[in-house]
């Protein structure tokens, strides 16, 4: 199960979330999203548990606790929408076809 994590403290660091999801089972993957330009955490990463139970159970019992000083968000990660969208109407904007 993929395991989304933010409010990260700015000092928490991919080997932390390992360390501290790992007291609940198999950690296949722990990473700490990084700016590209600054090289500083975005503050949230992503933790793959391959336990679906143990991550449940990691999920139920770290949510909302302490980690480098930051109270942390955790749940089930949502699926990464289908790249391609963008096209369309302009965002917000109602649609107006053509009037040509």
């Known amino acids: 199960m993929n395991i989304f994590v933010a409010k ?11 360390h501290v ?5 198999e950690v296949t993957s722990a990473k700490v999203i990084m ?23 990691a999920i139920e019992k770290l949510d909302d606790q302490e980690l480098d000083g930051s ?7 949502r699926p990464r929408e289908e790249a391609g969208g963008g096209g369309g109407n302009g965002g917000s904007r109602p ?3 053509n009037r040509y």
């Open 8 to 18: 990260l403290s700015s000092r928490t660091k991919s080997e932390d979330l390992e």
């Open 21 to 25: 999801f790992g007291e609940f089972g």
């Open 35 to 57: 700016d590209r330009e600054t090289g500083n955490s975005k503050r949230f990463g992503f933790v793959e548990m391959s336990n679906d139970d143990e991550a449940r159970t």
């Open 71 to 77: 109270h942390i968000v955790v749940k089930k990660a």
């Open 95 to 97: 649609y107006r076809p």
